[in-house]
C-alpha cells in the first residue's frame, strides 16, 4: 500500500493506492501560506477518516506543478511516514519515451503520470489524454509509447471564472448539463456556452490531431471537471477519473518496488 500525492495549482490529491482496484482518493485546497505540519495533518486526517494505520503505507510518490510547495509537501510526507516520497520527474523508469519533446524535463508530472497510465492501458494504440483541472491539457502518445506533445488551453472553471467576475451583470453559475444549446435567460446562456463550448474545442483538437497523425486515437480524460463535459462531446472518450493514481502506483511500482 502507497501513498500518492498530485498537488495541483488549486487542489491536491491524497490517495492510497493498494493496487489498480483498491484506491481511496479525497482533496485538500492548494494553499501556499500552510506548513509542512498543516499538510501532514491533512494527509493524517484522511488516513484517519479512511481507517488506515500509516504503519501498512510503504511508501510514497508524489507528483508537483507548483514547485514553491513541493519542499513543503515532501516534508510534509516526511513528518507522516518517517520517509520522503519519490518524486515524479522525466528522468524515472517510464514505459513512454520522450525524446520528441524538446525540453522532456520541463513536462509536468502530472501529465507524466497520466500518459504512463495510458501507456499501459492502451498497448499498441494512439492515445489523446484529455486532463481537465485548472487548465485543460490535451497530450498525445503515438502506438509506440512515445509522447510527441499537445495543447494547453484555459480550463472550464478558470474561463467561467473569468466571465463571472471580469464582467458586471453576469451571475456565477452552476454546472449541470445545459437543456440545449441555443438558450433564453442569462445564466442558461453561460452554462450552454461554457459546457458545450468546451465539448465543442475538445472535439475540434481531437479532430485536428488525428488529422495530423493520419490515424484515429484512443481518447481518455481525467480530472475533476472531465464528467461535466465528456458527455457533451461527440467523439467516443474514455473517462477514467482513476488515471492519474494509476500512472503514480505505475511508476512507484517501477521505481521503488522492483530496485
Request: proline residues 4%; glycine residues 8%.
Amino acid at each position: 500500500m502507497i501513498l500518492a500525492i498530485d498537488m495541483g495549482n488549486s487542489n491536491i490529491k491524497i490517495g492510497v493506492l493498494e493496487d489498480e482496484e483498491h484506491m481511496i482518493e479525497e482533496r485538500v485546497s492548494t494553499a501556499y501560506n500552510k506548513t509542512s505540519m498543516e499538510y501532514a495533518m491533512d494527509i493524517t486526517a484522511i488516513l484517519e477518516f479512511h481507517g488506515i494505520d500509516k504503519k501498512h503505507i510503504d511508501g510514497a510518490i508524489l507528483s508537483s506543478v507548483v514547485p514553491p510547495l513541493t519542499g513543503t509537501l515532501r516534508t510534509a510526507v516526511r513528518k507522516v511516514l518517517g520517509k520522503a516520497p519519490l518524486l515524479v520527474r522525466s528522468n524515472l523508469h517510464m514505459h513512454i519515451g520522450l525524446s520528441s519533446m524538446k525540453y522532456p524535463e520541463k513536462v509536468g508530472a502530472d501529465l507524466l503520470a497520466g500518459l504512463e497510465a495510458a501507456s499501459l492501458a492502451y498497448p499498441g494504440e494512439p492515445v489523446i489524454v484529455v486532463t481537465m483541472g485548472t487548465a485543460t491539457t490535451m497530450t498525445v502518445l503515438t502506438k509506440e509509447r512515445e509522447y510527441i506533445g499537445g495543447v494547453i488551453l484555459p480550463g472550464l472553471q478558470v474561463s467561467l471564472n473569468s466571465l463571472s467576475v471580469g464582467t458586471a451583470q453576469l451571475p456565477a453559475i452552476s454546472l449541470e448539463k445545459p437543456g440545449r444549446v441555443i438558450a433564453n435567460e442569462t445564466a442558461e446562456c453561460m452554462r450552454s456556452g461554457i459546457l458545450y463550448g468546451n465539448a465543442a474545442q475538445i472535439d475540434g483538437l481531437i479532430s485536428r490531431m488525428e488529422e495530423e497523425l493520419g490515424m484515429p486515437c484512443r481518447v481518455v480524460a481525467t480530472g475533476g471537471l472531465a464528467r461535466f463535459v465528456v458527455p457533451l462531446c461527440r467523439h467516443k472518450i474514455v473517462l477514467d477519473k482513476w488515471l492519474l493514481m494509476k500512472g503514480l502506483l505505475a511508476l512507484y511500482r517501477q521505481n521503488v518496488q522492483e530496485e
